[in-house]
Each structure stands twice: as C-alpha cells, then as structure tokens.
C-alpha cells in the first residue's frame, strides 16, 4: 500500500461503487478503498472515511468469502476417486486449479488486483479499520456507531488504554443503547459457546442446549471454510527459493506439508479469541461436557452420547467414564457418540499421521517425543502437547490444577544437576531484585543471579564454568518443554531468567502471617477488589508464560499456591522438590504466589517468557554470544570481556 497514493476523486467514487455491489464482476481491492479511507481520514474528511473504510470491510470479506466457496466448490466438482495414479492426482489438481480460477475471476475480477502486502492484511486481522471509524463516526456524531466500532475495536485489543476509556464515555451518551455494544467481527461458534455459557450457570439448560449445538455447527463449518483458505500458495520461513533444487514430487511434498500444517493450526485459530495469544484451553470437548451435563435433566439418551464423544477426545477420563457407566445402567444399553466428532479425530489422525512423514521428507525437526496417537488425544484439543524429554513426567495438567494454561512436571533435572545449581546459588550469593536483600518479606533473605552473571563468574573462576554452562542449558530445556506442551506456533523467547534462593531469618519466624512472595501476576495488575487484572504499566504486560524450576524441598513452607483473582482462595498448591518445574501463562488467568518459608533455604530457578521477539531479555542474548564463543573456542586465543550493561 502506497501512503502517498491519491486517486481522481470521481474514480474512486466509481470503484466504490464496485466495491459495494457484490453482484457486479468486479470488486475494488480492499487495500486501495483503505489507503483511500486512511487518506481521507489525514484530510478531515470523515464522510469518506466512512465510505472507503466500509467499503474496504465489505470488500475484504467478499474476498475471503469468495475464495471459501470457489475452493468446496472445486473440490465437489472435481473429487479424486479410488482409482489413483499420478496421472490421476495431477489431472484431479490441474481440474481444480482451472476451477478456482474461473470462478474466483468471475466474481472478484482478476485475481492479481487482490493481491495485497501483509501489513494490510495484519492491519484487517488486528482490526485497525474499527479504530478509524470509531473516530469518524465520532466526528460525524453518530455515537451508536462509534460505540460498535470501538467495541469491536477494543475486542481484539483490549490493552488500548484509550478506546476503553472511549467505550466508557459513550456508554454515558444519550441516545447509545447497551445493544449498540456490538462486536462486528465475532465470529458465530464463540459467540454461540460464550452466551450457552451464560445460560448454563443460570440454569437455563434447554436454552443452553440450543445455543451448545449452534455453536457446534458453526464450529464445524468455521473449520471448513478454515481449512479452505489454506489451500493457497504458502510462505514459510527457512526456504531459500533461489537456491531450491528438488525434484517435482519433492516440491509438491512440500507444499502439501505446508498446508497440511495450516490446516492443522485451525485447531488453535478457532479456539483462541481475538487479542489473545493463547487458545480457549480443551475448547472443542467442552461443548459435549457441557451438553452431558444440560442433557442429562431430562434426556440421559443424549448425555450418554454426549459424555462417550468427550471420551474421544480424553480416552478413559474417570468422572465422565462414571458418568458413561451411570448412564448405560439406568438406560439399560449402550450408546455411541456422535459421528461428527469421530469424523473430525479421524481426518485429524490422518492429517497428522501424514504431516509427520511430510516433515521427514521436508527434512523439517518435530519436537522429540511427538506420536500420532498423542496427537490425536491432545494436539486436536490444543491441550497438553509432547513433554519433549524422555525423562520428564506430567503430574497435573490444568484441570488438576483448578485452572486453564497450568502444568506441573517432575524430573525436568536430575538430583546432580540440583545439587551442582543450589551450590552455585549458593556461591553466588548476589543480591536481590534491584539490590534489595528482602524485596518481598523482611522476614526472608533474597538471593539471585542471571545467566550472563554466572558466565561471567565462570569466566573469571569464581565459578565453576561447568555450573554456569548448566544454568544456561537447563532454562533452555525448560523453554523448549514450555513451549511444547502448551503447543506453541512461535518461537518462546526469554524475558527474564533468575537463580534465586529464599531463606528464613533465623528469629523472624514466630507468628508470621505474611506470605514469602505476595500473590500477583505476572503480566498485569491484580486488582482483587474488582476482580481485574489491569494489563498496564508498571506491569510486564509482554510476559506470555511463566515457569518456576525447584532446586529443593528440604525446608519448611514455601509451597507456590493459584489462587482466584480475589488473591485468597486458593485453588492449588504445590509442594516445591528437585526437578519439579511448574509452568503457566502469565495473565490475570493466573494469580499466584509463595508460602512464608519458616526454616531452611528455598531454591529455584525462575523464568518468564514471551511471544514477542522485541522484548527479548538483552542478557540472555549477550549470554547466546558467550556461549556461541565458549563452543566454537575462539575465546580462548582472544580473551573474553562481558560487560552487562552492554547493548547490543
């Protein structure tokens, strides 16, 4: 999109007018009507901001429909039979190829006008268009529409400080109704899941029901139309086209693995809501959870289905096998589950299945430990992903937790490796957070020190290099084991890494009601009274996930405790020993926090992680250079300088 593109006036009139009849053979680019809106917008002219950016909104959709239905519909018209051959593959392909572009032109006109850049397309997918016409449905004091663009606005990104401070003004504005509060991008299975939701901790079963099974058809048909758009050219990282020299059938492998991988990645993109980073945790299963338990005040047929559908997704899970088992005695036979849902985990299984041997002949790395029957009980419900080290083991996941995005694993270090991190806390002995000897109790003291600390002591023989080098390695592994189980599709990046010990002052620890480290979250302001969790400064609010590796547990107190957001009930605790690491997203979704410890010294190493690659900790990137020079020796002819306060 060129900024400093201005169309004659009386044209892009014309070609709106395209734009907005979707009969016609021709649709104006949504790019060019939101540059012209975005002009129009830096000219005061708010009566075309509107009209180009509506136009823009239509057009967009038009395109993303259009490709929806010419792909089904190709693919009806042009199957591939059981009797296959490479002739046949390719006349099949070929068939398919003509089909989408006939139909597509036909109704879209050429499809190289709809060819737009990726900032536009992360510019609709992030809802940007909704900031303009909030501000210029303001300006034109049309209040009930500018409330519905903020909102729709603000549902994708809600730590804009400002457009919710705007959403509060309008809802104190004559004449803007509570039902002008629309989000106009909500997409139908959500909106449909959120509000049987509602009714079902009202009570309102049959209602509920109605509602749980909407959303389950538009689910399914959301991932149609999902898996539709993947069936386009793909762009991945890490190829370099210039220098690509495979056979045919190794290009067409390619490909095909690559939009197998899209395809599987509707799993998360149907379960996460915008803004968020993470999907709704076991979302698919919880529609027949919840429709087990609606049914069953009255029509225990349909709960029997329903709670044998949600053990395809979980096998043998105890409380719905009772259930099943209830069921099957007081109906007196047996049931089946529903063939939607088993027909969804089949094609999934052979998805995968040929993903994995697509990945092998990409030469791309899966993570260690990966199986298609894992998959098919886990990755589908975008819960729970592989552990990635043999020796690691799942103790609970979140439901046993009481809670979404939480893990507790045993066995991610060994006794040795315990023993070697606690002496080196030990000889650390560095200060605080920000210098501080008790930054959160003044009846504890508070020891820690960063990866590029301990190299540098390493280096300079205060250390053994042997135990910083370890340090190193194993807040590594606990980044690749968060990132796999909680089934990622960016890269984790380290924001903070801390070796820190807590040890009770001898004679400070009669009668303490105070808690070793207060209850918080990580990437926003617990606010109990509200129930809130602000995600603003001085907060974190870049931190994505969270992870606490224990050194130790011979010592009194010092259990790590979720609780709700009133920072009191708690709703899990976790006894810390060697090699226990508990992990979670860091959001309001998981306020936390540490027991005093009464007796003894607590040690652990603690992580914080996030998605985005700007907020990257600067010493852990200085630490990868340490490394990098230690592995391939040139430090040694050299000398090695570290200085902490170095930017890079």
């Known amino acids: 999109m060129d900024g400093n593109f201005s169309p004659v006036p009386i044209l892009s009139i014309v070609l709106l007018t395209v734009a907005l009849s979707p009969s ?51 693919q009806d018209q042009h199957p591939f039979d059981a009797s296959f051959s490479d002739l046949v593959f390719f006349d099949v392909v070929l068939k398919r190829a003509a089909c989408m572009n006939k139909c597509i032109e036909e109704i879209l006109g050429s499809q190289s006008v709809h060819k737009v850049s990726e900032d536009v397309v992360q510019d609709f ?50 004449g803007v109704k509570e039902d002008h509060f629309v989000d106009r991008e909500a997409r139908p299975h959500q909106h449909s899941f959120t509000a049987a939701v509602r009714l079902y901790d009202k009570g309102d079963y049959e209602r509920a029901i109605a509602l749980f099974e909407e959303a389950l058809v538009e689910y399914y048909k959301a991932d149609v139309e999902c898996r539709a758009l993947c069936q386009w050219p793909q762009r991945f990282e890490g190829y370099d086209y210039l220098r690509y ?6 290009v067409i492998s390619d490909h095909f693995t690559q939009v197998l991988h899209c395809e599987h990645e509707c799993v998360r993109d149907l379960a996460t809501r915008p803004g968020r980073l993470s999907p709704m ?36 899970e105890e409380f719905v096998t009772d259930n099943v088992d209830y069921y099957r005695e007081v109906l007196g036979h047996n049931g089946k589950p529903r063939e939607e849902a088993a027909l969804y985990l089949r094609r999934h299984k052979q998805e995968l299945e040929l993903l994995l041997i697509g990945s092998k002949t990409m030469g791309v790395e899966f993570t260690e430990g990966v199986n298609v029957a894992f998959f098919k009980y886990c990755s589908v419900i975008c819960v729970g992903g592989p552990l990635v080290y043999d020796s690691v083991k799942l103790v609970q ?19 040795e490796e315990c023993s070697d991190l606690r002496h080196l806390a030990v000889t650390m002995a560095g200060d605080g957070y920000r210098g501080r000897m008790s930054p959160h109790t003044p009846n504890e003291k508070f020891e820690g020190a960063t990866v590029l600390k301990t190299l540098q002591y390493g280096y300079e ?39 820190v010990c807590r040890t009770a002052i ?35 609010t870049y931190r994505d996930y969270s992870a606490l590796l224990y050194l130790n547990g011979d010592f009194e107190g010092g259990e790590f405790i979720f609780t709700e957001m009133d920072a009191k009930t708690v709703t899990a605790s976790v006894k810390p020993k060697c090699g226990r690491m508990v992990g979670f997203s860091s959001g309001g979704e998981n306020p936390h926090g ?55």
């Open 24 to 74: 016609t053979a021709v649709l104006e680019p949504y790019d060019l009507l939101y540059d012209n809106a975005v002009q129009a917008f830096y000219n005061n002219d708010y009566s075309d901001v509107v009209r180009f950016m509506e136009g823009a909104l239509s057009s967009y959709t038009e395109v993303r429909r259009t490709r929806v239905r010419c792909r089904l519909g190709c």
């Open 125 to 174: 997918q992030r809802r940007i268009p909704y900031n303009y016409l909030q501000l210029a449905y303001q300006k034109l004091k049309q209040p009930d529409k500018a409330a519905a663009a903020a909102h729709t606005y603000f549902q994708a990104n809600p730590e804009h400080v400002e457009m919710g401070q705007n959403l509060e003004q309008y809802k104190d504005l004559q």
């Open 245 to 250: 020299r495979y056979s045919l059938h190794e």
């Open 281 to 316: 945790e076991n979302y698919l299963p919880l529609h027949y959870d919840y429709l087990q338990f609606a049914y069953f005040q009255g029509k225990l047929e349909e709960a029997l289905q329903c709670a044998l559908t949600y053990l395809l997704f979980h096998e043998g």
């Open 397 to 415: 996941n979140s439901a046993a937790l009481n809670g979404t995005q939480r893990v507790l694993l045993d066995h991610v270090i060994s006794e």
């Open 461 to 499: 023989g205060r250390v053994p290099m042997r135990s910083a080098r370890l340090f190193y390695d194993i807040s590594e592994r606990a980044r690749r084991i968060i990132e796999s189980y909680f089934l990622l599709n960016s890269t984790l990046h380290f924001s903070y890494t801390h070796l």
């Open 506 to 540: 001898t004679g400070q620890q009669d009668h303490r009601n105070d808690l070793s480290h207060p209850i918080h979250a990580d990437n926003c302001l617990l606010d109990p009274e509200a129930n809130e969790c602000w995600k603003e400064p001085p907060a974190y």
């Open 594 to 648: 540490v027991k005093a410890v009464t007796n003894g010294q607590r040690c652990a190493v603690a992580l914080w992680f996030t998605l985005d690659p700007l907020f990257r900790e600067l010493e852990r990137l200085q630490a990868d250079e340490v490394i990098q020079a230690l592995d391939t020796q040139s430090v040694w002819g050299q000398g090695l300088t570290i200085n902490p306060k170095d930017e890079l």
